[in-house]
């Protein structure tokens, strides 16, 4: 399944924010050619989550137009991005 994201050329949302400390799990993404974004601030409602993506959403379509796959970052609740990989 991850690998079929990665040929659409697709985008992987995430909240999975231990990602960064699973080097399997990185390493699966990066390998599917995925383009991860993790969104990193923990036991936020899916409300929540929402915000923080639109607050990230200039940075992320920049990160999508400019940065060749693979990749994971972090979204952090202020609207930051993080490369991760």
Known sequence: MLRSIGEEGWVFLTQDGKTRYRAPEREE??????RVFVVSSGNL???????????????IENVIETVPGPFIFSVHKNGSLRRLD
Do not use: K, M, P
Request: charged share 30%; net charge positive; glycine share 4%.
């Open 29 to 34: 993404y990066l390998g599917a050619s995925l």
């Open 45 to 59: 409602s899916a409300e929540e989550t929402a915000q923080v993506i639109l607050r990230a959403r200039r940075r």
